[in-house]
Nanobody, 117 residues
Framework: QVQLVESGGGLVQPGGSLRLSCAVN????????VAWHRQAPGKQRELVAT??????TYLDSVKGRFTISRDNAKNTVYLQMNSLKPEDTAVYYC????????????WGQGTQVTVSS
């Protein structure tokens, strides 16, 4: 069974940085579009960033602060988050969707990011 395992969350002060990792096992990550989503308490889950082959997209509110990248050799996707704000506080989830068979779709368990002084 394919598993996505997120790590790197934690508590950080406003203006600080964190790097989230999403390690994928038992499949070739290069044939998936990988996305980071987040869900804050009482809010709907929102799409933060995606990476598919050489293309990346970002939520407007994180542009210029967050960077998504992938290391296919390590089967891992990263989300570098800089200049963090309290409104970035949420559980962050990694998602992998097959680029052709889009019904093949996997989620990680989530990692908590808390931005607070």
């Amino acid at each position: 069974q394919v598993q996505l395992v997120e790590s790197g969350g934690g508590l950080v002060q406003p203006g600080g940085s964190l790097r989230l990792s999403c390690a994928v096992n038992k499949t070739n990550l290069s044939i998936y579009t990988v996305a980071w989503h987040r869900q804050a308490p009482g809010k709907q889950r929102e799409l933060v960033a995606t990476i598919s082959r050489g293309t990346t997209t970002y939520l407007d509110s994180v542009k210029g602060r967050f960077t998504i990248s992938r290391d296919n050799a390590k089967n891992t996707v990263y989300l570098q988050m800089n200049s963090l704000k309290p409104e970035d506080t949420a559980v962050y989830y990694c998602n992998a969707r097959h680029v052709i068979f889009m019904s093949i779709n996997y989620w990680g368990q989530g990692t908590q990011v808390t931005v607070s002084s």
